[in-house]
């Protein structure tokens, strides 16, 4: 049996460099991985971590393609993990980040073809609110049925896939499209689209407001009072309660918020990158935000470093994938080896292990 | 300071590893929506597309693939990245990589795309896809004329003209030998999900259908289909080792030679954009083995049509056909032109129930 017992003394200096402790780990299996998978592991790393960042090929575009990548997995990280902090498991982003995208398509293509200057922050109101809509849903189940808001959220996911193919083939299919299921493509539709604001780098709106929102919560949570509450909450509800904190308050704020920059980043994503509603225009980025959050320990600053590294293995696994041909599957191990070596070396600084024989352990909380 | 030591040993390797060049003619790359997978489906079909070419070029030509590469901004930024890494063509084998092939061509004139089942084309991209809808008439023969209790279970994907075009051929085959003839379709709006075709197969048994048809990837219905005791078609792949006695025969994608030819025109300078739409005729849809299970007439007649279909002489779509509302669409000995076929929104007369919306 192993018993964990909190360190007293913590290094800050191990807490700080563990991020990187599990970089190496990380690099080190991962390499062992492509090995055994016939791949040369120095190249199949330096193409992952390297190329896109500093090699003469690719990273003049790469380098704003990480950010691109990075923006709507920050954006819902950070909204996630106000409620991770709370307690407070929203696990559906997934669905709000489809219902943001939908709402705002609906509200842009219902007026087309009309120009007006207004039309695209009006989309971006209605996403965030169309994400907040969707996110509420479990929040009040919750804080009214007591339900458990972790299945419901999930459970909404899948309901939100169906209503968006509906939505491709039905309501929102473009009249022009030949009978193929998808909306028009926004881009095409200047009042509406999420331009280029550097030619040629993709980046858009969505990575103005995600940085923009990294630093709004880096001082919510440090400097205000909604920071200490939420912490409160988390970490002793009971005492947040003699506190005068109302616990449906708490949920239905958490879930609002992660609702809300999960819809306000399917709305960014659909009018830029994606350009249009598709049957299949969620890819994962609620899912993935889940583990960007825990990777960047529920700290703003962290989560954006978390979002850059995730959005960094991705772009470079691609390139991986075609310039070494490793599989697919293998890059997402290497992808989970991350999580799974930051979470175990962050316990090991935070916890001393020792092995002890009784069968009986009495927990003291 | 062993941390430093070891990152410093580790940059050191970073610089010894330098990516080498071949020095090949063509460097040709794939990108998937899904895995590659094992034995079967659509993703599956188009590696070994890619494997033939290989084969055929030697070291005159090289592949590359990206698998489960999401539609949208996911494969502009790979198809953007293989250009940049110096690719001459690419193979973009699914509907919804078409708007990022078109972003891509028009930043890359040099480079050739061939984008399968789309409709947009540019002097640097080519569109490809197969009439699947043929060989549906001949499982759709077969069905009408093994069925003992005169009703067809239809798993459908999406509701797109590709998929209705494929009942309303399998429909029309089985409803001229066997006027009593019911299809039963059930729409499970995935292209790969094996519990709702699983789900779906036994649903359609349960009501009934001796016979599964198939427009999905997976391999579950004809797993059900086995367990169960009724026949079905395979999609996509040979699914026979997924059921050895279900199975009657499957409508195969077979790419290779399209692929091989294409790369070839590339090499020799002659490539072209151009639209294929080809059939049973050069294999681009095939029918794999007729089983034993098959009486030997109707095995027979079965090779019959396909071989009157892949010489021309029979068009799976022959009037008199009506539409399902009643109203002429083609009068007697007219065939349809590929541009109805292409946007087909409509059932034939005879198939109940309407199509989602």
């Known amino acids: ?365 | 300071m062993k941390i430093i030591k070891f990152l410093s040993l580790i940059s050191l390797f970073f610089v010894g590893v330098m990516s080498s060049v071949q020095a090949t003619e063509l460097k040709v790359g794939f990108i998937y929506v899904n895995p590659v997978g094992e034995n079967t489906g659509w993703d599956y079909q188009h590696d070994q597309g890619r494997k033939a070419v290989e084969n055929a070029y030697g070291n005159k030509v090289e592949t590359s693939y990206v698998e489960a590469v999401p539609e949208g901004a996911d494969a502009e930024r790979v198809m953007t990245q293989m250009a940049l890494s110096g690719h001459d063509m690419i193979f973009a084998t699914s509907f919804g990589f078409m708007d990022p092939v078109m972003n891509v061509a028009a930043k890359f004139p040099n480079v050739k795309f061939e984008h399968a089942t789309g409709y947009k084309r540019a002097d640097n991209v080519a569109t490809y896809s197969a009439r699947f809808y043929e060989g549906r008439s001949v499982i759709g023969h077969i069905a009408g004329r093994m069925t003992k209790t005169n009703t067809i279970g239809y798993i459908a994907s999406y509701p797109i003209p590709e998929v209705i075009r494929g009942i309303n051929s399998a429909y029309l085959a089985a409803k001229a030998v066997n006027p009593n003839i019911k299809f039963k379709i059930v729409w499970v709006f995935t292209w790969f999900d094996p519990a709702k075709e699983a789900d779906a197969a036994s649903t359609l048994i349960d009501q009934g259908a001796d016979m599964i048809m198939q427009h999905t990837d997976s391999t579950a219905a004809m797993t059900i289909a086995e367990e169960r005791g009724v026949y079905a078609f395979g999609q996509a792949s040979d699914m026979k080792k997924f059921g050895p006695r279900a199975q009657l025969t499957s409508i195969i994608d077979d790419w290779a030679p399209y692929y091989v030819e294409r790369v070839g025109k590339a090499l020799d300078g002659t490539w072209k954009s151009e639209d294929t739409w080809d059939g049973l005729a050069p294999g681009m849809a095939a029918i794999s083995d007729f089983s034993n299970e098959i009486p030997e007439t109707v095995r027979k007649e079965a090779q019959d049509l396909h071989d009157a279909i892949a010489s021309g002489t029979v068009h799976s779509f022959t009037g008199p056909i009506n539409k399902q509302d009643g109203s002429t669409w083609l009068a007697a000995g007219e065939t349809a032109d590929d541009g109805t076929l292409l946007g087909m929104n409509f059932y034939v007369e005879g198939i109940d129930g309407d199509i989602p919306q």
């Open chain 1, 1 to 365: 049996m192993i018993k964990l017992t909190p360190r007293n003394n913590q290094s800050k200096i191990l807490i700080a460099i563990t991020p990187i402790i599990a970089v190496l780990f990380t690099m080190i299996f991962g390499g062992i991985l492509f090995w055994v998978l016939g791949k040369n592991p120095f190249e199949a790393i330096k193409l992952i971590f390297w190329d896109p960042l500093m090699s003469e090929t690719f990273s003049d575009y790469a380098r704003p393609q990480i950010l691109v990548k990075a923006s709507p997995l920050i954006l819902i990280a950070l909204g996630l993990s106000v409620g991770f902090k709370a307690n407070i498991w929203n696990i559906g982003a997934e669905g709000q980040f489809i219902m943001g995208a939908l709402i705002s398509a609906g509200i842009g293509l219902a007026l087309y073809p009309m120009e007006n200057r207004l039309i695209f922050p009006l989309m971006v109101v209605c996403g965030t609110l169309g994400g907040t809509l969707w996110a509420l849903i479990p929040a009040i189940l919750k804080s009214r049925f007591n339900t458990n808001e972790i299945l419901v959220s999930l459970m909404l996911v899948y309901i939100a896939e169906q209503a968006l193919a509906s939505a491709s083939i039905g309501i929102l299919r473009n009249p022009e499209g030949s009978g193929f299921p998808g909306s028009r493509n926004l881009n095409q539709y200047p009042s509406a689209s999420n331009p280029e604001l550097i030619a040629g780098s993709g980046v858009h709106w969505g990575v103005v407001f995600s940085i923009l929102t990294v630093w709004f919560f880096h001082y919510l949570l440090k400097n205000h009072k909604f920071g200490f509450q939420i912490k409160l909450f988390g970490d002793a509800p009971r005492a947040a309660s003699f506190a005068g904190l109302k616990s449906n308050y708490i949920i239905l704020l958490c879930f609002s918020i992660s609702g809300g920059l999960a819809g306000m980043a399917g709305m960014f994503e659909l009018t830029g990158p994606a350009g249009a509603i598709t049957i299949d225009f969620n890819v994962g980025y609620g899912f993935t935000a889940i583990i960007v959050a825990f990777l960047g320990r529920l700290n703003p600053i962290g989560i954006l470093f978390a979002g850059l590294l995730m959005a960094l293995t991705y772009v470079g696994g691609e390139i991986s994938q075609f310039m070494l041909g490793i599989p697919a599957a293998a890059i997402q191990v290497f992808q989970g080896m991350l999580l799974f070596f930051l979470l175990s070396i962050d316990l090991i600084v935070k916890f001393q292990l020792s092995f002890i024989r009784n069968k009986h352990i009495s927990r003291k909380e």
